[in-house]
Antibody, heavy 114, light 112 residues
Framework: EVQVVESGGGLVEPGGSLRLSCEASGFTLINAWINWVRQAPGKGLEWVGR??????????EYAAPVKGRFTISRDDSKNTQYLQMNSLKTEDTAVYYCGGSGYWGQGTLVTVSS | DIVMTQIPLSLSVTPGQPASISCKSSQSLLHSGGNTYLYWFLQKPGQSPQLLIY???NRFSGVPDRFSGSGSGTDFTLKISRVEAEDVGVYYCLQGTQVPLTFGGGTKVEIK
């Protein structure tokens, strides 16, 4: 069974950091385009960034609002990707989803508040 | 950035009746490699988004055949041939042809 599970969300103060994890089973992350998407409360979906598969260079790409603050990385041995979020702002408050090969996780809530 | 515009914003449909959602992009979504990276998602109430259609017209695994996608260039359509109660939620189109990827604003579908 294919499954994607995000974790690592929580409450953090403005300026703080958080690392989200995206663990997959049933398919290999290194071979897939893995996207990170977020949804602020009551709002639509917003693309955050993605990691290209190894065959396309295996490099990350980011949306403008998070570039320079967020970093996508991966641990192939754990079939897991990470979204390191630094210098968090209140407007980063959202449910964060990761997805690849058509499969998406249930999301993890990040709340940035003092 | 490519702007994705969905019409209508909301739709109220009688079960068994068809429904159609339009998605227009501000630029052609035809990639230089020949593919068109237009996707449709459904987000049911309280759930994460689920992929319905990829690359304009391909149904994802397990998606009922009452869902179909069509279009080219800048104009795309998602059709539900006979709406069922389980189809309620917000539908989003997504373009993956150019970074940054961009979503449409969403179309809320409810049952009459």
């Amino acid at each position: 069974e294919v499954q994607v599970v995000e974790s690592g969300g929580g409450l953090v103060e403005p300026g703080g950091s958080l690392r989200l994890s995206c663990e997959a089973s049933g398919f290999t992350l290194i071979n897939a385009w893995i996207n990170w998407v977020r949804q602020a409360p009551g709002k639509g979906l917003e693309w955050v960034g993605r990691m290209k598969p190894k065959t396309a260079g295996g490099t990350p790409e980011y949306a403008a609002p998070v570039k320079g603050r967020f970093t996508i990385s991966r641990d192939d041995s754990k079939n897991t990707q990470y979204l390191q979020m630094n210098s968090l702002k209140t407007e980063d408050t959202a449910v964060y989803y990761c997805g690849g090969s058509g499969y998406w996780g249930q999301g993890t809530l990040v709340t940035v508040s003092s | 950035d490519i702007v994705m515009t969905q019409i209508p914003l909301s739709l109220s449909v009688t079960p068994g009746q068809p429904a159609s959602i339009s998605c227009k992009s501000s630029q052609s979504l035809l990639h230089s490699g020949g593919n068109t990276y237009l996707y449709w998602f459904l987000q049911k109430p309280g759930q994460s988004p689920q992929l319905l259609i990829y690359e304009v017209s391909n149904r994802f695994s397990g998606v009922p055949d009452r869902f179909s996608g069509s279009g080219s260039g800048t104009d795309f359509t998602l059709k539900i041939s006979r709406v069922e109660a389980e189809d309620v939620g917000v539908y989003y189109c997504l373009q993956g042809t150019q970074v940054p990827l961009t979503f449409g604003g969403g179309t809320k579908v409810e049952i009459k």
